[in-house]
């Protein structure tokens, strides 16, 4: 695998830096108080083509890989984790399941609207009392004629009220058959689907995040993804590649952190030096710095596999582990550095320290990847 920074991720990294310093740096704050999610930033992100990254050219996508979606993911998510998770969760989520498991005439109708942001996209598995447990899912599809009446709840949803499609898996089989769910593409306008609650949540506040409900709701045979039954199937291997998004995410928001305060301890000064200079900060730094790296090397060997079509299913749950882990030490660590006033709303820390705990729950907790790591490494 080559380190060295590609044309196309040199061309991302500067892109991405100077659009957020333009457009979302300075409403950052506003949109967290508020819990916005700025539709408008992300109709301009997929203007520049980075809302269907991995999206190949034919269907309106920027046709790149796995070691450029990370780049992208990752800086916008060093300015904020918000803007990094919607974009994170558009691409790999419903883009990405309608990209690898869409017939033609589907890819046709729904890439390029997803690419260009146009349409926002949301992916609906997790329910109420389904997290980790998603064959236990209680949401229903039953055959009508040509069409599909589902019922049911999905929660946790991104985007699940301002998306314009959605793929949401459902149980059309018996409970505890992994053969026995499907993934449904249901547009906005459907009548039988409605946005439930709004999360008020704790971080990543831009994002937005609200239970989804079915009621109902009709769906033409027309717009499965795949073979009724394949639904669970798909969404691990989805899964796979959402993974590598999470770790992308994570990465972001550990070096936002971590430059914040880089910087802070080169700037403040106590008993007549900068903070830096005493060894209990530099040592802080230094395993900030190495922990980012790491994360960063396992998560670019995950996307370089995916790239090149290996199993990756051991080494992107290890890149989502570790990197969601050290995105949660090392902006604690950041807002250690600031002290008192990383504990205000005055400087970034105390923003990436709320944003970077959903890292390790979102798509597979790190509990649920140490199991996916185990089973791996035991067989």
């Known amino acids: 695998m080559d380190f060295e920074l590609n044309e196309n991720q040199k061309m991302i990294t500067q892109m ?10 300075p409403r950052i704050m506003e949109w967290d108080e508020s819990q916005e999610f700025p539709v408008d930033i992300m109709r301009e992100l ?13 269907y309106g996508g920027s046709g790149f890989g796995y070691m450029e979606y990370i780049t992208a993911v ?22 990405g399941h309608t990209m690898y498991f869409g017939n033609e005439e589907q890819k046709k109708k729904w890439l390029p609207k997803l690419a ?12 109420p009392n389904t997290g980790s447990d998603a064959m236990r899912m209680q949401c229903t599809a039953k055959q009508d004629g040509d069409h599909w009446v589902l019922n049911g709840t999905k929660s946790w949803i991104t985007h699940g009220k301002s998306s314009n499609m959605m793929v949401a898996i459902v149980r059309t089989g018996a409970l505890l058959d992994s053969h026995g769910m499907t993934a449904f593409v249901i547009e906005r306008g459907n009548p039988g689907l409605k946005a439930g609650k709004k999360e008020n949540k704790l971080g990543m506040r831009a994002s937005e995040t609200a239970e989804v409900i079915f009621d109902n709701c009709r769906v033409h045979k027309d717009d499965i993804l795949g073979n009724v039954g394949d639904g669970f199937i798909q969404a691990m291997k989805v899964l796979d590649g959402g993974r590598i998004s999470i770790a992308s995410l994570s990465i972001g928001i550990a070096r936002g952190a971590y430059e914040a305060a880089l910087a802070y301890s080169k700037e403040r000064e106590q008993f007549g030096k900068p903070i ?9 730094l230094a395993d900030m710095a190495t922990q980012i ?6 998560t670019f060997q995950a996307g370089d596999m995916k790239n090149r079509g290996v199993k990756m299913t051991k080494e992107s749950a290890m890149a989502k582990y570790y990197a969601s882990e050290v995105a949660v030490r090392v902006s604690t660590d950041a807002v250690q550095i600031f002290g008192g006033y990383g504990y205000t709303k ?4 105390e923003k990436f320290y709320r944003d970077s705990k959903l890292c390790t ?3 597979g907790t790190s509990e649920i990847q140490k199991l996916v790591i185990s089973r791996q490494v035991l067989n």
């Open 276 to 284: 830096s200079q005493f060894q209990g900060i530099s040592f802080k």
């Open 16 to 25: 991405v830096r100077d659009f957020a310093d333009k457009n979302i740096r």
């Open 361 to 363: 729950i979102g798509e």
């Open 346 to 349: 005055d400087y970034p820390v």
């Open 74 to 95: 990752s800086e916008i998510s060093r300015v904020c984790g918000s803007i990094g998770l919607s974009v994170a969760a558009h691409n790999s989520l419903c883009t």
């Open 46 to 58: 997929g203007k520049l083509g980075l809302l269907g990254v991995l999206v190949p050219e034919e």
């Open 293 to 298: 790296e790491a994360a960063e090397l396992l």
């Open 116 to 127: 260009s942001g146009e349409w926002i996209g949301a992916w609906a598995l997790t329910e």
